[in-house]
């Protein structure tokens, strides 16, 4: 890839510009680069935290577009490395992961500019980063994993290291797509000192009622059932054995194309690292099965 060096607004389309105002007469270039190549590297790493709210195995780079040299100003985008689950790829996951990285770089920074007479809580980042995720709506589930809050803190302590790096007077003005940011360089309190770490694996859960249009039943008990939901394939194991046992012995006749409301249970399992380990999902109750072109419910 090659990076020009130039004075004029580059015609690509950045998702994120680091302009950085240093002293010219008593700063060297390369102060400026150690800084800036500190809050990408940061920045990387808050990404691979922030994927994990999507797909564990999701991944994403920031790589360099343009430079202008006019105070220091770099230009980033964010790139799609891997995408390993088949569902992803029917989506527009480029557009949707992308604006939902800005938004959460974008509240992490100002979250880091808190006062010192503010409270600075973690979970109230990881809540709203949580929800920026489940408005993607890329892989259709009732709840996406807030980010662990100890590997959050990770990259959030590395940009605070690099904002000590700045002398007086410089200045460090960040563009996430529309929103432009003039950091507070002066306030470098450390995320990690707030966080209680916690020993073990740790689980998180949720439910959430749902139609899922049935496209193969398990008649055997052997695979997963297959479901439309929306444009989406997706496969679910039914664990209401009440429901199946009644199913199975011919109580509830269906046919592909039918649809049945049910209520789905994501489980979400971290080990004490905050690494995620497993995420399942299951129909844990059926309630109902509509029959195709019927509109009405059946009650089981």
Do not use: C
Not at 31 to 51: G, N
Not at 76 to 97: C, G, Q, R, Y
Not at 165 to 183: Q, R, S
Request: aromatic share 8%; glycine share 4%; net charge negative.
């Amino acid at each position: 890839m090659s990076v020009e060096f130039s004075d004029v607004e580059p015609s690509v389309e950045a998702d994120i510009v680091l302009k950085i105002d240093y002293n010219e007469g008593s700063s060297s270039a390369a102060h400026a680069f150690e800084i800036a190549a500190e809050l990408i590297r940061s920045m990387e790493q808050l990404d691979q935290v922030l994927t994990q709210s999507i797909h564990p195995q999701l991944s994403t780079a920031l790589v360099v577009e343009d430079l202008q040299k006019s105070s220091l100003k770099i230009f980033l985008k964010s790139v799609l490395e891997d995408v390993p689950d088949e569902a992803l790829k029917d989506a527009n996951i480029k557009k949707l992961v992308g604006h939902y990285l800005l938004k959460s770089k974008y509240a992490a920074i100002r979250w880091l500019d808190k006062s010192d007479d503010e409270p600075k809580q973690i979970s109230d980042l990881t809540t709203e980063i949580s929800e920026f995720a489940k408005e993607t709506d890329l892989r259709h589930l009732p709840d996406y994993p807030p980010p662990n809050p100890s590997r959050l803190a990770q990259p959030l302590d590395r940009f605070q290291e690099a904002k000590k790096k700045f002398d007086d007077n410089e200045e460090l003005t960040i563009t996430l797509g529309p929103d432009e940011y003039k950091v507070h360089l002066d306030r470098t309190w450390v995320p990690s000192e707030t966080i209680k770490e916690e020993d073990g694996d740790r689980e998180l859960t949720s439910e959430q009622d749902q139609y899922l249009t049935i496209g193969r039943p398990d008649f055997f008990g052997e695979t997963m059932w297959s479901f439309k939901h929306g444009k989406v394939t997706v496969r679910y194991r039914i664990a209401d054995q009440d429901w199946l046992d009644n199913f199975r012995a011919g109580q509830y006749p269906i046919k592909p194309g039918d649809a049945l409301r049910v209520r789905i249970r994501v489980k979400h399992t971290y080990d004490a690292s905050g690494n995620l380990l497993e995420s399942t999902e299951e129909i844990v109750r059926v309630y109902s099965i509509i029959e195709k072109g019927s509109g009405s419910d059946r009650l089981v």
